[in-house]
């Protein structure tokens, strides 16, 4: 039996298989811990008895506890692959997974949304508030150079003042 056909029969990727090897590999012979993927019968009925409990949403511990036990699907019984249909339990429970974070997503970019809309009005109350600063100065600066000029007139007027009453 080739890769592609034990992917199929199990309806998992090689990838998945050689995860279950690493992290079962106790109950694996040394060939097919080897990465030779010569796999004995009784190699291919673990990786069935593992395909079966996981797609009943066992998670590892749980399977370790049942290959402990002694369970054990015949691989050759095995129908894994042949409803296309079905669904592992853990793919169920990965896709979930992506529900959620792609809505938690979405919460997170409404908020962010949100967010730069209260910067941007808050830049331009910020604009408009220095616009208003701006032409205060400007009046002040006026107001200062009235006064000034106001002070040297009364400067004057009292010196003409002073210099009549000397007079």
Not at 8 to 30: E, G, P, Q
Not at 113 to 139: G, H, P, Q, V, W
Request: a negative charge.
């Amino acid at each position: 039996m080739n890769k592609k056909q034990l992917e199929a029969k199990l309806n998992v990727s090689h990838t998945t298989i050689y995860k279950w090897i690493k992290r079962f590999d106790s109950y694996f012979s040394d060939a097919a811990r080897s990465g030779r993927r010569e796999y004995s019968q009784e190699d291919l009925d673990i990786l069935a008895t593992i395909a079966s409990l996981s797609i009943e949403g066992l998670n590892y511990d749980a399977i370790e506890k049942r290959l402990d036990s002694g369970e054990r699907v015949a691989f050759e019984e095995t129908t894994l692959g042949v409803d296309s249909r079905m669904i592992p339990a853990v793919a169920v429970e990965q896709m979930l997974d992506a529900t959620e974070i792609r809505i938690e997503l979405e919460q997170v970019r409404a908020e962010r949304d949100k967010l730069y809309s209260m910067l941007e009005e808050i830049k331009a109350d910020f604009s408009k508030e220095r616009e208003k600063n701006e032409a205060l100065l400007r009046e002040m600066g006026q107001i200062q150079e009235r006064a000034a000029r106001a002070e040297a007139q009364v400067e004057m007027l009292k010196e003409i003042l002073g210099s009549r009453n000397n007079a």
